[in-house]
């Protein structure tokens, strides 16, 4: 058996100093959309409901603005059931087999894992500017599939101060996030 070299008080010391960082240091969230509920339909579909938060230290920005418009996207949504989605007002919904793939200072810098051939969820601001902290409901759509798996999503918002970055365009405020999303469950390979 090993012993420690640093006595019981420095041990205890580290231990109460991790515990206070991790109470007191939070992840930067961006865009973070999560699932509310799913809820069954009468046609045997089901419908994915999702909430947003945007953090203190973003905005998002409409289409308005360039190089373009703030978004998230929810990668490999199986079963959706074409014009079942609904969203808030001030956002656009669109959707894709591959991207849309958030971009940092004008450049894809992320990978999500993005099966060819299903469905993306796109929801673009369009309306005025959000300045965060706020939670935003009444993003969902209906899906086939009733199974969930843990999937992903992608951001792309706007800093509101570039910090230590040396920011030369609009593009350089640009911020890109990966997360992960209840989605439903892929279909078997």
Known sequence: ????????????????????????????????PTLEKITQEADGTVTFHFKIRIDETIHVEGQGKEPNPDFFTIFN?????PGSEKQPAGWTFSTSTNGVTPYRGGRTV?????????????????????????????FSVRTTVKDT????????VTRNSS???????????????????????????
């Open 1 to 32: 058996m090993m012993r420690s070299i640093l006595p019981v008080s420095a041990r205890m010391g580290i231990v109460f100093a991790a515990i206070a960082l991790c109470a007191f240091v939070r992840p930067t969230l961006a865009i973070q």
């Open 77 to 81: 949504f199986t079963g959706m059931v």
């Open 110 to 138: 992320l990978a999500p894992i993005d099966v060819e051939g299903i469905p993306n969820l796109t929801w673009s601001r369009s309306g005025p500017t959000v300045q965060g902290p706020i939670e935003i409901s009444g």
């Open 149 to 156: 798996i843990v999937g992903e999503y992608g951001s792309q």
């Open 163 to 189: 910090g230590t970055l040396t920011t030369a365009t609009p593009a350089d405020l640009k911020e890109a996030r990966i997360g992960s999303v209840t989605t439903p469950k892929l279909p078997p390979k």
